[in-house]
Each structure stands twice: as C-alpha cells, then as structure tokens.
C-alpha cells in the first residue's frame, strides 16, 4: 500500500477550508479556490509561494488588460 504524503495532505487541508469558507459564504465561487489550492501546492514551500505569486500577478495584469480593453472600445467585444 502507497504512503500518503504531505503534499497530499497539504492539498486535501487547502482545499477542506476553501470548501468550508465557500460553505459559510467567506468566498462566493470556491471551485475557483479549490483548483488554485489544487494547481499551486508544490512540492516544496519555495516552489509553492513562486507558483502563488505567479498566478497573483498573471491575474492583476489580465484584468488591467481587460480595463483597459473596456475603457477604450466601447462596443461589445463578443458580440461584434
């Protein structure tokens, strides 16, 4: 039989307390929060903080992007 190890356990921690904070309405959307507590847990607390840090800032600038796109076209994107 496999051992369990502490990422697993690390993982199934992050993901019981989004859950629970999605549950008493802390956060609106925890599938969002469960998969980022999925896809960020790495191996080491290193690699788990750069990880962390790299989807903060992909995040700020893909909504700066999208301000920005709305700010300067006024039309609907999708639909035209």
Not at 3 to 28: H, S
Not at 53 to 71: K, N, P
């Amino acid at each position: 039989m496999k051992k369990i190890g502490l990422r697993t356990i690390k993982t199934g921690i992050a993901v019981f307390l989004a859950t629970l904070a999605g549950k008493y309405g802390i956060i609106e959307t925890p599938v969002y929060t469960v998969s980022v507590c999925i896809f960020s847990i790495k191996n080491t607390m290193k690699s788990s903080v750069s990880e962390a840090y790299s989807r903060i800032i992909g995040t700020l600038l893909g909504g700066l992007v999208g301000y920005a796109f709305a700010l300067f076209i006024k039309s609907n994107i999708i639909s035209s």
